[in-house]
Structures are given as C-alpha cells and as structure tokens.
C-alpha cells in the first residue's frame, strides 16, 4: 500500500497514516471547524486499512442512525465513487474493493473486512459486537455512557471528531485531557482542506466579524470562531454559567431537600423529561427523555406507538412523585393524570421566564453526564443582543426545551413559600421502595 511519504494528503489524513506508520497511539481525536475534512479523511483510512489482510471489524458511529446516513454514509460512498485506494491515482477507485449493503447498513471489503455504520441513542444495543476500530463522529452529541461501551468493545483504535460548539464535555475532561501519550491529538480548519470550492469558503468566511460582513449582517463571532477558526467559541450572553458536569458523587433522591421532575412538552420539537433535586444548595440535572413524535399516552389502537407513558412505564418511575408539566398543555397533562402519574401544572405567570432564570442562577447546577442535550441547551442557550451588543431581555426563543423544563421545576420547588421537602401534590414520600433503585 501506499505510503503516507509518498501521496500529497491533508493535514487529518496525513496525520492518521502518520500515527498508523509511527506513532501507534489508539486513540485519535479530531477537533475542527467546519469544511475542514475531518470526517471524509477519517473514512477514506478507514476504507484503505479494510483493504488489508486482517479482515478488520470497523464501527463508524453517530448519535443516531438517521445522521449517520445523512453525514458519514454519504461521504463514505462519494470516497468510494472518487478516491483512489492508498491515494494513488495509477491504482483503481476504493469503490471496486469495496461493497454496499444498503439495508444492513453496512460496507464489505473483497479482503473480508466490513465496516458497520449505526447510532449510539441506545447505549444497550452497543453490549455485544467487538470492533478492531471504531469511529465515533460529532462525538459532542454522544453520551458518554454510549462512548465507554464502545470503548470496552474496542480491540485497536479509537476515533473521534467534532465541530468545537461546546466547552465542557467528556471528550475534553476524559479523552484529550489525557495527554499526547494515550491521545493523539489534531486541530483542522477549512484551510486545510484543499477540496473546498469558492462558494464554500465564502459561506464559511461570511461569518468572520469584518466590516464589510457587518455591513451584510452575516458577521457572527461565535460561529466565526467555531466553524471558521475551530475554536472552542463561548457564547456571548450566555444564560446559565453556573453549571458543570459531575460524574460521581450524584446524591439519593431521598437525600435532596427538594426533588421532581421538569416535563415540557412538544412533538415536532422534542419532548423533555428532567429529573431534578436540590441537594446542599446545588441543583442536580438528569435527562430522561428528549425525544420528537412522542404522544401523551399509550394509544388503545397502537399499543406499540412511542409514546410518554411507555417510556416511564418502562423506566419503572413512581407514579406519586411530583412532575411539573408545561400548563399551556392542558389535555396531555390530564391523559398522563388518567395514567395515574401525579401531574402538576406549571406555574407560569407574567414574568415567569425571568424569575424562573433567576432561581436557577442564585444555585450551582450539576448535570449529569449522559444528558447531552441539556449539556448542549445549557451552552448555547442566551439572551439576545440588542444595536449596541448588549445581551438582555428574555432569552432568545430556540435550544430551551430542557431549559422550559428545568425552569418549570425550579419555579415550583424554589420560589419562596412555594416548594417543601414533601411537596409532591399532597402526597408523602414513598418508604417502601429501595433508595438504591430510585436515583435522580
């Protein structure tokens, strides 16, 4: 094959043959803005290194199948319909060595190797294959309990890559943290992808905050500084920044002085379910349930439907606890109340967005690792800039569905005279049940 010495590559692909030929590391992490061809030069090694005589098993990931069609399986087929294989064009097209299987969404060598694409929503399903390499791309979006499965299911390398548009996440605490000892680590631009054409460097280059883009209102610094520069971009006028994530120490529910559960509701837009407590004057945040195309209840017709009471259902909660659901919902809430779930309406007077924003910041908020979308809400979530740059006022009405449900929580459970350590609709704590089984 050839060698990494020998075929002018860009700087992503350059650097995986290099650790392949030398440095030998497992893990590799690319960190970049957008258009700067991280994920096709991950795919294009990948389809050359399955051309060996291993007979590899090789995983390429995304936070759910869908995306995964639309981004890495797409890219991977125009590679195979356009690239040579070692990157020599006297050789042939990767795509007579290669094989797509479309409905088991998978690829299959001539050497007997086979490259699996798939989602990592459901962390369960990722218990039995092994792998010889996986891929993970846009890693932000996965959990990290999702991350560790595949990670122990793994025999050689690990990939990873990411748009920058977070600053605290797993990958930066617990993977490149690491060191370039256990973590090879690259940054890419779209600089250095020499395939782009004038059209996309212009879009891109749209977002730098010159005169002239201000002019044409395209200038954005965050997203200049994320996609255009692929740096690690805070966002100006950010709601929330008093949170981080923990992953140890999450108390008992029984421990907190207050605790429930935020319920917004949507369904073309997602549905969200928090748990949530206030434990030593820090609030604690789970995800439960951030899913589009859900209904209240289960269907009588279509028992089998995704629907909110399923999900519950099968997450075995207590129906007695308290869970502070979206008012402006008046029919669902009383369909989950027929299911026998202890729903309360929201309070969400004048004013309510921002005393509700208040609550939350005079408190440290923990989030628990595998809730990342609200890890992924609470960072971009931000109040508007007004003609002069000033960010105030009620926050911008967009990445606020987990925000809606932490806030509903918080304005029941910490506005003073409202919440008590019992404060479950009238109901007690229940005694019966283990505390060992009744997390938050």
């Known amino acids: 094959m050839t060698t990494v010495d020998t075929v002018p590559m860009n700087k992503n692909l350059k650097a995986l043959w290099s650790n392949h030929f030398h440095v030998g590391v497992n893990m590799m992490v690319f960190e970049g803005g957008s258009r700067s061809g991280k994920t096709f030069s991950i795919m294009e090694y990948l389809l050359n290194i399955g051309l060996g005589d291993e007979k590899l098993r090789i995983g390429c990931f995304r936070a759910d199948q869908t995306t995964c069609k639309d981004s890495v399986i797409k890219d991977a087929q125009e590679i195979l319909g356009t690239k040579y294989i070692g990157g020599d064009p006297s050789g042939d097209f990767l795509g007579t060595r290669w094989k797509y299987l479309k409905s088991e969404l998978r690829m299959v060598s001539d050497t007997g190797s086979e490259i699996k694409f798939g989602g990592t ?140 559960y935020g319920l917004d509701y949507g369904f073309t837009d997602p549905t969200v379910l928090l748990s949530c407590g206030l434990h030593n004057g820090n609030v604690y945040v789970k995800q439960l349930v951030y899913q589009g195309e859900l209904s209240a209840v289960i269907s009588k017709t279509n028992p089998s439907g995704a629907s909110l009471e399923k999900i519950m259902n099968d997450m075995n909660l207590n129906k007695r606890d308290p869970y502070i659901a979206d008012s402006a919902s008046p029919e669902r809430n009383n369909q989950l109340r027929g299911a026998g779930y202890n729903i309360i309406d929201a309070h969400k007077p004048q004013g309510s967005i921002v005393e509700g924003i208040a609550l939350l910041r005079s408190h440290y908020i923990y989030v628990h690792p595998e809730s990342i979308d609200v890890i992924r809400e609470l960072q971009h979530y931000r109040f508007p800039a007004d003609g002069h740059g000033i960010h105030r006022g009620k926050p911008e009405d967009k990445d606020n569905h987990a925000m809606d449900a932490l806030r509903y929580w918080a304005l029941h459970f910490l506005s003073k005279g409202r919440g008590t350590s019992n404060d479950i609709g009238g109901r007690s704590w229940p005694k019966t049940q283990s505390s060992s089984k009744r997390r938050i």
């Open 121 to 260: 929503t459901d962390s369960g399903k990722l218990h039995g294959p092994q792998w010889d390499m996986i891929f993970i791309n846009e890693c932000t979006e996965v959990s990290y309990k999702s991350f560790t499965q595949l990670q122990q299911r793994t025999r050689s390398l690990i990939i990873l890559d990411f748009n920058p548009s977070v600053t605290q996440h797993w990958v930066f605490s617990r993977v490149i943290s690491q060191g370039p000892e256990k973590c090879f680590y690259v940054h890419s631009t779209y600089r250095d992808n020499v395939y782009l054409d004038k059209e996309q460097v212009s879009r891109i280059e749209a977002y730098e905050p010159t005169e002239e883009n201000r002019q044409k209102g395209t200038a954005d610094p965050w997203r200049w500084d994320v996609y255009g520069l692929g740096k690690r971009g805070k966002i100006e006028g950010a709601v929330y920044t008093n949170w981080g994530i923990r992953y140890d120490g999450w108390p008992d529910q029984f421990a907190c002085k207050f605790f429930g």
